[in-house]
């Protein structure tokens, strides 16, 4: 295992001589990564269906837990606080698949053990930051990548963008005297496309999908319902104004 903090090999044994004892020892025993990206899911009006759009990688974060001990130890650590305290970019490599392509870290915390009884054994734990700028960089490049579309699939996007906006849905809930939502009811809405008929489901709702723009008449076509409910749906909205109705008997 190779892991490199600036000029401070994490993993390393110290030998004055070929022949003399090591004068330091340093492992490492865990490391953690957490990378992230960042996905929004965007709704289109009309559709049944969301789209979800990558916003690019988060800066990664790497947990490292080690142990240090020998003569130079407390040196050693003494080095790696004064990077923590500097709050300053510094140079990262591993030989670890998943935090290869760390460069440059930022040490966000740093926790030292010590154990009673033990001179020279320390054990730590750093808490690591892949430093913004490289991770800004690479966000920019999956931007790029998505500017470079062929331009005919984008065209054809913006036509059923531009489509979805002009539908909407008119919907509402039947409710009989007691309040309490009325099933297998006819309801009969009324428009610019002419009169259609649509059920009740057992929660006593019911829906038109894609209704065009203009000015609708919502009633129920059963005895004992006869309010009327005015309903205005406008291209582009967000949902039918007024679409929904709850009648009671």
Avoid: C, H
Avoid at 6 to 12: A, E, F, P
Avoid at 134 to 156: F, K, L, N, R
Avoid at 176 to 181: H, L, S, Y
Avoid at 206 to 222: C, F, K, N
């Amino acid at each position: 295992m190779d892991i490199k903090l600036d000029d401070i090999d994490l993993v390393k044994r110290v030998q004055p001589t070929a022949a003399g004892p090591y004068s330091e020892i340093r492992s490492v025993s865990t490391i953690d990564v957490d990378d992230r990206r960042d996905v929004v899911e965007i709704r289109i009006p009309g559709a049944e269906g969301n789209a979800l759009q990558d916003m690019g990688r988060r800066a990664m974060k790497i947990r490292v837990v080690g142990e240090v001990w020998g003569k130079t130890a407390r040196s050693t650590l003494e080095s790696l606080k004064e990077k923590s305290d500097g709050g300053e970019a510094i140079s990262f490599t591993s030989d670890l698949l998943a935090a290869a392509k760390v460069s440059s870290v930022v040490i966000e915390r740093l926790v030292i053990d010590q154990s009673a009884g033990v001179p020279d054994r320390y054990k730590y734990t750093l808490f690591l930051k892949e430093s913004t700028g490289e991770a800004e960089e690479e966000a920019g490049e999956d931007e790029s990548e998505a500017e470079e579309e062929p331009p005919d699939q984008t065209e054809e996007a913006k036509e059923e963008a531009a489509k979805e906006t002009e539908v909407d849905d008119i919907s509402g809930q039947v409710l009989d005297a007691e309040g309490n939502p009325a099933p297998n009811l006819a309801v009969k809405i009324v428009g610019p496309d002419g009169e259609r008929v649509v059920m009740t489901d057992e929660e006593g709702k019911y829906q038109v999908l894609d209704a065009p723009g203009g000015e609708y008449t919502v009633s129920v076509d059963e005895e004992g319902y006869e309010k009327e409910t005015k309903v205005t749906v406008k291209k582009g909205s967000g949902g039918g104004e007024g679409g929904g109705e709850e009648d009671s008997g």
